[in-house]
């Protein structure tokens, strides 16, 4: 799914009006309409709703919401805030439509605010997508207002107050809802985790807005739904052989993180890697022997930490970095890897922060290397953000500049390929937020990287299998419960 910005989002209104055609009311009325559709999906009849409206068209549609619910019987209150004289066309003829059908409370004062129940349902109509500035005076308090409310509330399209593709202030008033659903298109908005609490959760509503006009537009943002994560999928033909699906190498592992080797070891072979050698130090040998019987071993001659390359003339893609720790001989092997390196890479966790502190070991890294920091570690590689918005130009920038694909892991992690692009992830859960997850997502990705899946859909394809697996293993375990193991467990395709 793509994400465009508030700009195409109002110029994909404006084609679809002009060429379904479709008069701007009636588009409306299809946006309330599916919202009313979620809606009466969720909550039923038992449920009294205020729904406050702002005079743009966020409040154009409050007002068709009020109608079609009060059709479907459900008591409804409306209010509008005459913070402004100027009024949208749709939202005057909705108004309009209402009038002997349900009574609208005007709000002209930041006393008179009217009293909220916990068991009423808060809708929040206010601004959408066409907010241009900071929220203040009678709207902030109406907000303020909204917020202190311990019923649920929900965002017609955005959180009120809220920006579309650009950060917020820190001290901005904005609508904290349980639940936004929005039309066509997540905004980019909702994949910043400092937005969380003025996303809630969020769904999307088809409004029928033109499918050819959003493919046309280009955008570098889009969103790994079920869709387009399953399109990724490489079928496993009859005829294959082990051969078929490579020969991966992974580097992991040095004394006390022996752990960090099973795990992405582990996950690669239940990623669909044909053949798994994994390089340990010494001290790994019987662990990784005993504990995973089906991947083969190259022993360093050190005990404690990885100190020599091996010999690689025979994988199909290499793993680096879970647990190896930064001591000068890992470092010098690092660096002779890349100089030698003829397949595809993934480097994550220590392989990472070596680089931070080697960064001549960046410019060596082969082109579309797959990295995979956390928030920390990427800051270590590429410096510091203001803020969430920043960071994701920062790693857009980072992967343009060195050619590599990152992995910028979080909430909705991000992937941004070596062209600028990003592509949010939808799947996983804060139960993931667990050590190992991490060393489970290397596995996976040198297992697809074996495979021949090409470093930007092995990335793509791997942090949404790897967000499967976790949500499934939530589910059978809980979040708080699960551990990386459990990923491992719950992964297939
Ligand atoms: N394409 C779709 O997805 C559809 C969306 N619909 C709904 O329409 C809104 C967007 O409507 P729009 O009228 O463009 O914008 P708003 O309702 O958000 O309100 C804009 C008006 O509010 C003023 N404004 C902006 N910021 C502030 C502020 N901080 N304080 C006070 N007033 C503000 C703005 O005035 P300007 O001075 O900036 O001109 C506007 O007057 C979308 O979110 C959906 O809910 C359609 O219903 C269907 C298709
Ligand atoms: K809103």
């Given at each position: 799914?793509?994400?465009?910005?508030?700009?195409?989002?109002?110029?994909?209104?404006?084609?679809?009006?002009?060429?379904?055609?479709?008069?701007?009311?009636?588009?409306?009325?299809?946006?309330?309409?599916?919202?009313?559709?979620?809606?009466?999906?969720?909550?039923?009849?038992?449920?009294?709703?205020?729904?406050?409206?702002?005079?743009?068209?966020?409040?154009?549609?409050?007002?068709?919401?009020?109608?079609?619910?009060?059709?479907?019987?459900?008591?409804?209150?409306?209010?509008?805030?005459?913070?402004?004289?100027?009024?949208?066309?749709?939202?005057?003829?909705?108004?309009?439509?209402?009038?002997?059908?349900?009574?609208?409370?005007?709000?002209?004062?930041?006393?008179?605010?009217?009293?909220?129940?916990?068991?009423?349902?808060?809708?929040?109509?206010?601004?959408?997508?066409?907010?241009?500035?900071?929220?203040?005076?009678?709207?902030?308090?109406?907000?303020?207002?909204?917020?202190?409310?311990?019923?649920?509330?929900?965002?017609?399209?955005?959180?009120?107050?809220?920006?579309?593709?650009?950060?917020?202030?820190?001290?901005?008033?904005?609508?904290?809802?349980?639940?936004?659903?929005?039309?066509?298109?997540?905004?980019?908005?909702?994949?910043?985790p400092?937005?969380?609490?003025?996303?809630?959760?969020?769904?999307?509503?088809?409004?029928?807005?033109?499918?050819?006009?959003?493919?046309?537009?280009?955008?570098?943002?889009?969103?790994t739904d079920k869709?387009?994560g399953e399109?990724?999928?490489?079928?496993?033909?009859?005829?294959?052989?082990?051969?078929?699906?490579?020969?991966?190498?992974?580097?992991?592992?040095?004394?006390?993180?022996?752990?960090?080797?099973?795990l992405s070891?582990r996950a690669?072979?239940r990623s669909?890697?044909?053949?798994?050698?994994?390089?340990?130090?010494?001290?790994?040998?019987?662990?990784?022997?005993?504990?995973?019987?089906?991947?083969?071993?190259?022993?360093?001659?050190?005990?404690?930490?990885?100190?020599?390359?091996?010999?690689?003339?025979?994988?199909?893609?290499?793993?680096?970095?879970?647990?190896?720790?930064?001591?000068?001989?890992?470092?010098?092997?690092?660096?002779?890897?890349?100089?030698?390196?003829?397949?595809?890479?993934?480097?994550d966790?220590?392989?990472?922060?070596?680089?931070?502190?080697?960064?001549?070991?960046?410019?060596?890294?082969?082109?579309?290397?797959?990295?995979s920091?956390h928030?920390?570690?990427?800051?270590?590689?590429?410096?510091?953000?203001?803020?969430?918005?920043?960071?994701?130009?920062?790693?857009?920038?980072?992967?343009?500049?060195?050619?590599?694909?990152?992995i910028?892991k979080g909430a909705y992690t991000a992937v941004?390929?070596?062209?600028?692009?990003?592509?949010f992830n939808s799947t996983g859960n804060a139960g993931m937020a667990t050590g190992g997850s991490g060393d489970v997502l290397t596995g996976i990705l040198?297992a697809l990287?074996?495979?021949?899946?090409?470093?930007?859909?092995?990335a793509i394809f791997g942090v949404y299998q790897h967000g499967l697996a976790g949500d499934r293993a939530a589910e059978r375990k809980t979040k708080t419960a699960m551990i990386a193991s459990d990923i491992i467990e719950n992964l297939g395709w």
């Open positions: 799914m793509k994400i465009l910005n508030a700009g195409q989002i109002r110029a994909l209104d404006a084609y679809t009006i002009k060429n379904e055609p479709i008069s701007s009311a009636d588009l409306m009325e299809r946006a309330s309409q599916a919202f009313v559709n979620w809606f009466i999906n969720c909550f039923d009849v038992s449920k009294s709703v205020s729904i406050f409206c702002g005079k743009g068209n966020n409040g154009g549609d409050g007002l068709a919401i009020a109608r079609l619910l009060h059709a479907k019987g459900f008591q409804v209150r409306v209010f509008v805030i005459e913070y402004t004289d100027k009024e949208s066309d749709d939202f005057k003829q909705n108004l309009e439509r209402l009038a002997g059908n349900l009574q609208v409370q005007s709000i002209y004062e930041s006393h008179a605010m009217p009293e909220l129940h916990s068991d009423q349902i808060i809708i929040d109509a206010l601004l959408g997508s066409g907010l241009s500035r900071p929220v203040a005076g009678l709207l902030g308090d109406v907000i303020e207002h909204v917020n202190g409310a311990t019923g649920i509330i929900i965002s017609i399209d955005i959180a009120s107050g809220l920006y579309v593709d650009k950060p917020n202030e820190k001290s901005d008033t904005i609508v904290k809802p349980d639940h936004t659903v929005t039309f066509q298109l997540p905004k980019l908005a909702f994949m910043m400092q937005n969380a609490e003025f996303t809630g959760d969020w769904h999307v509503v088809d409004i029928g807005l033109d499918k050819r006009f959003i493919e046309e537009t280009l955008s570098p943002y889009y969103y869709p387009a399109a990724l999928t490489k079928k496993r033909g009859k005829f294959s052989h082990k051969g078929t699906f490579g020969h991966a190498l992974i580097l992991a592992g040095r004394y006390g993180k022996m752990g960090a080797a099973v070891s690669c072979l669909g890697a044909g053949l798994l050698t994994v390089h340990v130090p010494e001290c790994g040998y019987e662990i990784l022997q005993i504990s995973l019987p089906e991947a083969m071993l190259s022993i360093d001659p050190n005990q404690r930490n990885i100190t020599e390359l091996p010999e690689l003339s025979s994988y199909s893609a290499i793993g680096i970095g879970p647990g190896i720790g930064q001591e000068p001989l890992t470092v010098r092997v690092l660096d002779e890897l890349l100089e030698q390196i003829s397949t595809p890479l993934i480097v966790a220590d392989g990472l922060n070596i680089l931070s502190k080697h960064p001549d070991l960046i410019d060596k890294l082969p082109e579309k290397t797959i990295l920091p928030p920390k570690e990427f800051q270590r590689l590429a410096g510091d953000s203001a803020n969430e918005f920043e960071r994701l130009e920062l790693a857009r920038n980072f992967a343009k500049k060195h050619n590599v694909v990152i910028l941004i390929l070596t062209n600028g692009d990003v592509h040198t990287l074996a495979q021949k899946y090409t470093p930007e859909d092995a």
